[in-house]
């Protein structure tokens, strides 16, 4: 029987903790996404071991796209009415989230060189020199916490958004 990503991530008993942070060190440029975004350093924890990952969600996973004690109007048709934002308004990712997340990043690692890569993505290479090391790094560090055949099993999952 396949598993999906949330029964592989109970079955090894795969956790992780979530820290908000203000933004990303590793970001490429700075988008309007890249600002709007809210980012994480997440712990991935499997048998003791961990990796620590920058994740980021888009403002679409908020009740607010402000930062945390901004104000933000309560009601479109109340426009004086504010609320302090609190801390609980932000979503914060689930271990699927950032699992699948990196599973997406990594799976076409081990076949691409970065030409091929670029042109499958739609990057120039120049732009996308960073983008694909990380990637790569990615694959390596991960590969490193599950070891070899539990990141394959990773890898072969069909069912990542259940």
């Not at 670029?118 to 120039?124: E, I, L, Q, R």
Request: with cysteine; charged share 35%.
């Amino acid at each position: 029987m396949k598993k999906t990503l949330k029964e592989f991530i109970k079955a090894n008993d795969i956790t992780s903790q979530n820290i908000p942070v203000f933004s990303r060190p590793d970001k490429t440029d700075g988008d309007e996404w890249d600002n709007k975004a809210h980012h994480f350093q997440v712990r991935i924890t499997y048998n003791k071991n961990h990796y620590d990952v920058l994740y980021s969600m888009g403002s679409g996973h908020f009740l607010s796209n402000m930062g945390e004690g901004e104000l933000y109007r309560l009601k479109e048709d109340r426009p004086m009415e504010y609320k302090r934002r609190k801390t609980e308004d932000r979503k914060k990712p689930f271990c699927s989230d950032v699992l699948y997340s990196l599973v997406m990043d990594c799976q076409n690692m081990g076949w691409y060189n970065l030409e091929g890569w670029c042109d499958d993505f739609g990057y120039d290479s120049v732009k996308a020199q960073k983008i694909y090391s990380s990637c790569q790094r990615q694959a390596k560090e991960l590969k490193k916490l599950l070891g070899s055949e539990l990141f394959n099993e990773l890898m072969e999952i069909e069912d990542l958004e259940e």
